[in-house]
């Protein structure tokens, strides 16, 4: 579309403005003719030679006053498509300074013009300079209201939950927009107070008990949730009423739109898992973590990864020294990089690609940068391939993890932390044996070392790499199936942020040799979250979007565990940090075995899970037995959590 130019603009703005005030004008002498018309009785006859006469010595003046009060009232910039309100204020000034003007310049005898006259006349020209203002927004509206019948037939109609200044703002635009092609047919509210009144002439029908009625008795298609100032547990009980409707649900992202002023139906987003969970976000401290890491030079192994970039982002923001991205993976160290350098183009920043299991490339990189804070996320993490390729994970997790340690020992580093996973408890698959046995390192690295080795260990983060959300909602865009491991599976779940924030603080807690454990909320019954996300995006399960058991992976659990019995647990000052007591080992008999597991991996040992699972007394590699004991377990724990009766672990 091509742009207009500068002065045709200004042209256009000059006729309209000029085309306004001879509507002024033209209404400015009517409503006072007819005041004096009103003043004779409406009778022509009736109006006095000498009334007459004063009104036309008088009427022009009169206008050429109006109109200079109205340029300065800029009552001729309004838009006329988006007059409201303010303009309406507008009007009143100016209305108030005329008839202060009125007041003092003419001759209120009686013997110009009536008094009674004046006064209507007065009154008339006001209602009529805003009837002229708002007559074309009446005009646009009425024409979207006929288009829209015209094409009923292929509108959705809407349901709106909140009748607050968001939903008020939402409303406005389903009235007044010509793109949006659904319409708005009741609000939901649970202020009694606004219950059987209207929302910008839309009924509100009622609380959050009657949305099922509703959707049946309006013929609804799709719920927008609009109060993003309410709380996650408010929030999580209302999609919780929509996820039974059937209809696709959109939502405004958060309070801060409201703040913003920046609420629109182009800023509707569709539920995401965690507004299911039910808890409000994690909050840190957000000192702490800045004073331990500012001023530092910081490592991140496997920094272009889900929760390496997370950490690369945090800890950006908290002004280190120098920050170095370590990962093999060139592809996402380069959009971490790229990301990094738009957002904080005066940080040091160094990128470097390279493998945790190469000796040499680890040792220069420590010796060369001399980092002072290493953060240790490189990792193989999933289950179902390290199944398959278990020398990989051992090679990768454990004696990747063991070469970075033992060169954080020798060149002095202050604190490095690895990131752990919920996986390494009671392990029945290669991949948590791994993480275990890292665990089990850096312990007995802090025992050897002046360097401060801790672990962090935390459940399944919401939108991770090969997680469960993304790959559910890639299958409901394609129509299904869906797919979930077993029905009774549950897993505990933290956003990226979250857990990103939680690591970093405890990171400041560390003191060398801890395991701290992340308080993941409740867990979710994954059968449940994909039936959810397929209601709320508008489909019936199993009816739209069939939803298939496929059955329990190599090595994968009903349900996670976060401590082992040995562990015992202490508190932090964070209560969403705890801390697993370190298990009593032998450092020494403990570094024979990790000398036979080397060898071992690069021999590509066929045995190589029974090997692990003499290092690891914990870890069932076959998972029968265990899984056959927790199996009754976990369904009547399932049960419980559907009834909102499943206690914190």
């Given at each position: ?5 500068p002065?045709?603009?200004n ?17 400015i ?6 005041g004096l ?5 409406f ?11 004063g ?13 200079v009060?109205?340029?300065c ?8 498509a ?9 009007i ?10 009125g ?6 005898d009686?013997?110009?013009m ?25 005009w ?12 009923a037939?292929?509108m959705r109609n809407?349901?709106?939950i ?18 949006i092609?659904d ?10 107070v606004?219950?059987?009144k ?12 009657q ?6 008795r309006?013929k609804?298609k ?6 993003p100032s ?6 999580k009980?209302i999609l919780?009423i929509?996820?039974?409707t ?6 405004l992202?958060?309070?801060f739109?409201?703040v913003?002023?920046?609420v ?7 539920v ?6 039910g ?12 004073d ?8 991140v ?7 390496g ?10 002004n ?14 380069y959009?971490?990089?790229?990301e ?9 920043l160094?990128?470097l690609?390279?493998?945790v299991r ?7 990189l ?7 804070l ?7 993490k ?8 278990p020398c990989?994970?051992i090679?990768n ?12 020992a020798?060149?002095?580093v202050k ?10 408890v ?8 791994s ?10 690295m ?22 469960v959300?993304p790959?559910?909602k890639?299958?409901i865009?394609?129509g299904?199936?869906?797919?979930v491991?077993h ?12 857990a990103?924030?939680l ?12 395991i701290?454990?992340?308080d ?9 979250m994909?039936r ?32 082992m019995?040995e562990?015992?647990?202490?508190e932090?000052a964070n209560?969403l ?5 370190p298990?009593?080992?032998d ?16 021999s590509?040992?066929g045995?190589?899970?029974?090997i ?5 007394p914990?870890?069932?590699p076959?998972?029968?037995e ?5 199996a009754?377990?976990a ?9 909102g ?5």
């Amino acid at each position: 579309m091509a742009l207009k130019k500068p002065g045709k603009i200004n042209t256009n703005m000059l006729l309209r403005g000029g085309m306004i005030m001879i509507l002024d004008v033209l209404a400015i002498m009517i409503s006072f003719f007819l005041g004096l018309w009103f003043r004779a009785d409406f009778s022509f006859e009736n109006i006095r030679e000498v009334h007459m006469a004063g009104y036309l010595s008088a009427i022009g003046p009169w206008c050429a006053i109006t109109i200079v009060v109205f340029l300065c009232f800029k009552l001729y910039s309004s838009i006329w498509a988006f007059v409201s309100t303010p303009e309406v204020f507008r009007i009143v000034g100016a209305y108030g300074v005329l008839a202060v003007i009125g007041i003092l310049i003419f001759d209120f005898d009686g013997q110009m013009m009536p008094r009674s006259s004046m006064v209507v006349g007065f009154i008339l020209s006001f209602v009529s300079t805003v009837f002229i203002r708002f007559s074309y927004r009446m005009w646009l509206t009425a024409l979207r209201k006929f288009s829209r019948a015209a094409h009923a037939t292929g509108m959705r109609n809407v349901m709106l939950i909140g009748a607050g200044d968001a939903g008020r703002a939402l409303a406005l635009e389903f009235i007044n927009s010509d793109f949006i092609r659904d319409r708005l047919v009741c609000v939901i509210d649970d202020n009694p107070v606004k219950q059987g009144k209207q929302l910008c002439g839309i009924p509100i029908v009622g609380s959050r008990v009657q949305i099922p009625t509703a959707v049946k008795r309006y013929k609804v298609k799709k719920i927008i949730f609009a109060i993003p100032s309410c709380s996650a547990r408010t929030r999580k009980e209302i999609l919780d009423i929509c996820t039974t409707t059937g209809c696709e649900v959109q939502m405004l992202p958060g309070i801060f739109q409201m703040v913003n002023g920046d609420v629109s139906v182009s800023k509707l987003r569709k539920v995401d898992p965690q507004d299911l969970l039910g808890r409000d976000p994690i909050k840190v401290n957000l000192d702490e973590i800045m004073d331990y890491i500012s001023g530092k030079v910081v490592l991140v192994t496997g920094g272009g990864g889900s929760i390496g970039s997370e950490l690369c982002r945090q800890i950006a923001r908290a002004n280190p020294r120098q920050l170095i991205i370590f990962d093999i993976y060139e592809n996402n160290a380069y959009d971490i990089q790229m990301e990094l350098r738009r957002d904080y183009p005066e940080m040091n920043l160094e990128v470097l690609i390279g493998s945790v299991r190469n000796t040499n490339r680890v040792n220069y990189l420590m010796e060369h940068y001399r980092p002072e804070l290493i953060f240790h996320a490189a990792a193989h993490k999933h289950v179902p391939l390290m199944e398959d390729s278990p020398c990989e994970a051992i090679k990768n997790n454990v004696f990747g993890t063991y070469k970075m340690a033992q060169a954080a020992a020798k060149y002095g580093v202050k604190r490095f932390v690895l990131i752990s996973t919920d996986k390494a408890v009671n392990p029945t698959n290669i991949m948590g044996a791994s993480k275990r046995l890292c665990e089990m390192v850096v312990q007995m690295m802090n025992r050897e070392s002046a360097t401060e080795f801790v672990a962090v260990r935390f459940g399944n983060v919401l939108g991770s790499n090969g997680s469960v959300i993304p790959l559910f909602k890639k299958q409901i865009e394609a129509g299904g199936p869906v797919t979930v491991t077993h029905p009774d599976i549950i897993r505990y779940f933290m956003t990226i942020p979250e857990a990103v924030s939680l690591v970093l603080q405890a990171g400041y807690y560390a003191r060398g040799g801890e395991i701290f454990i992340l308080d993941m909320g409740e867990p979710v019954k994954i059968d449940t979250m994909a039936r959810n996300m397929i209601r709320l995006s508008g489909y019936e399960p199993d009816v739209d979007i069939q939803i298939e058991y496929t059955g329990l992976r190599p090595g994968e659990k009903l349900y996670e565990e976060l401590l082992m019995k040995e562990e015992g647990m202490q508190e932090t000052a964070n209560k969403l940090i705890h801390i697993g007591h370190p298990i009593e080992m032998d450092d020494g008999e403990f570094k024979e075995h990790l000398e036979i597991l080397d060898k071992a991996s690069r021999s590509e040992a066929g045995d190589m899970k029974q090997i692990v699972a003499k290092l690891v007394p914990t870890y069932h590699p076959t998972a029968e037995e265990p899984q056959q004991v927790r199996a009754e377990e976990a369904r009547e724990q399932a049960a419980r959590e559907e009834k909102g009766e499943l206690q914190q672990v």
